[in-house]
């Protein structure tokens, strides 16, 4: 039996050997990322895509060699020969697609936000572990190669204790295809802060060591979007009649369990910022970093404060580009699919592969609306 092939996996049960069979939905960036990376890494095949696109499905099947198209999801998760499903569509539709691939028994590498509510994220991973199955979640952006030099670095605590961290994405006018799904409360969960903020939460909370948020002081508003401003990068969905009724600029305070603090911006459009950029400062008692990603640029992205004999000192790591991290988080997937099959039986074989990262982060931005409807400070869910 080969490693992929776990007992009870589908791909067992139908005689495949070596290769999982995938099975993507979506055929916008996310889609034809997930398609790309895929068909690019040893041990996975994609053999169905689906997407409501009938040109752009065609160009992508005929020129990455997929045999399977459908136009909905329901009838690619209906086959019965996938080992995994990867989701790159809306996000209020990552729970019910992850729902019928989770009891169907299959792998899913899902987008994020996990969903638009932490408590359909919560399902979502109860779901997963009683299928015993991956559900991994595309917080591409930690795997960066500086993220990942910089978590290295914090090994050995270098900065002691790091008191406060600063995490933001903003976009001068960046609201994805305005009227899209993406301007939508019930198709996208909420604005700029579920979309690019959490990529920014996921980061900071990386480097941190993974502290739990425990509790948020939220602003948001919506001043560029609901005038008809700030549209920018292009989507594949073809409906563009959405209101818009999300934020498009959104601030949180977030408190975390290990005393320290962080401050989360996120932007589709502000009079900020020339373009797009990232940036994530950490403060600590005898040092400090940035991350500063500025119009996705792909050098010069790290700084590191400390220092030495005395004297207050900047260093400049020099980095290699930021790699391919949709494909590296892809790749964690698969390997953590091939983990799974040393489990002995009766184990969990996924633990902390069953999308409880993500839950947090989707319960850290349920919190942050709350608080910036309730104008208060608002407990995050454990
Ligand atoms: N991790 C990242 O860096 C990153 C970047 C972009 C988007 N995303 C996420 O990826 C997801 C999709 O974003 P996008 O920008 O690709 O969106 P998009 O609008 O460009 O593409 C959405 C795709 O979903 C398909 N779709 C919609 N309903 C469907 C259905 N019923 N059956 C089958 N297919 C259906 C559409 O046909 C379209 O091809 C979102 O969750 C978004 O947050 C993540």
Redesign the pocket.
Known sequence: MSARTLPGHTAAETGATDELRVGV???????TTHLDAFTALPGARVVAL????PA?LAELADTRGVEHRY???RELVARDDLDVISI????D??HPIAMAALQGGRHVFC???LAVTGALAEEMVQAAREADRVLEV?Y??RRRTDVQWLRRHLDSRPFGDIYHARASWLRRTGI??LG??FTSKATAGGGPLI?LGSHVLDIALFLLDEPKVTSVSAVAYNHLGAAGRGGGNK???QRLDFDFEVEDFASALCRLDNGASLQLEASWASYSKAHEDIEVDLLGAVGGARLHVDNYSTTDTLTVYSDVAGAPTISKPQLRDPGKH?QSVIAEFLTAIDAGAETPEGQPRYVGHYGEFALHRSRVVDAVYQSAAERREVEVPQ
Not at 25 to 31: R, V
Not at 50 to 53: D, P, V
Not at 88 to 91: A, D, I, L, R
């Open positions: 939905i979506g055929l916008g960036f996310a889609g689906a997407g409501q696109e752009r136009e909905d999801w790159g569509v809306p996000n539709l990552h987008e994020k936000p595309a591409n952006h994805p295809g899209s799904w979309d989507v594949a969905s949709h």
